[in-house]
């Protein structure tokens, strides 16, 4: 069974960083994608960014230049570095790890950014 666990929530003052991490078990391969999503109070889900098996990143627009997503296959872990902290990056993170048809998600963490 998958399961998927993030970790590193917090709150932070606007210009500060966090790490966020994800732990993903019951996987048996490393050829797999994972990213981060994230969910503002009263909004929907957005994504953020994607890192796949061969390690090519991807970044949404709102975080590019901030964010650093990477990961470590042989521990099934995925990161998300977050500098420049905006008060607009509070919300909810949520790791996801798209694994044979099925979209895994974990139970979120906690982001917030005072001004």
């Known amino acids: 069974q998958v399961q998927v666990v993030e970790s590193g929530g917090g709150l932070v003052q606007a210009g500060g960083s966090l790490r966020l991490s994800c732990a993903a078990s019951?996987?048996?391969?490393?050829?797999?994608?994972m990213g981060w999503y994230r969910q503002a109070p009263g909004k929907e889900r957005e994504w953020v960014a994607q890192i796949n098996s061969g390690g090519s990143t991807n970044y949404a627009d709102s975080v590019k230049g901030r964010f650093t997503i990477s990961r470590d296959s042989a521990k099934n872990m995925v990161y998300l570095q977050m500098n420049s902290l905006k008060p607009e990056d509070t919300a909810v993170y949520y790791c996801?790890?798209?694994?044979?048809?099925?979209?895994?998600w974990g139970q979120g963490t906690q982001v917030t950014v005072s001004s």
């Open positions: 019951g996987i048996t391969s490393s050829f797999y994608a």
């Open positions: 996801n790890v798209p694994y044979r048809s099925t979209n895994y």
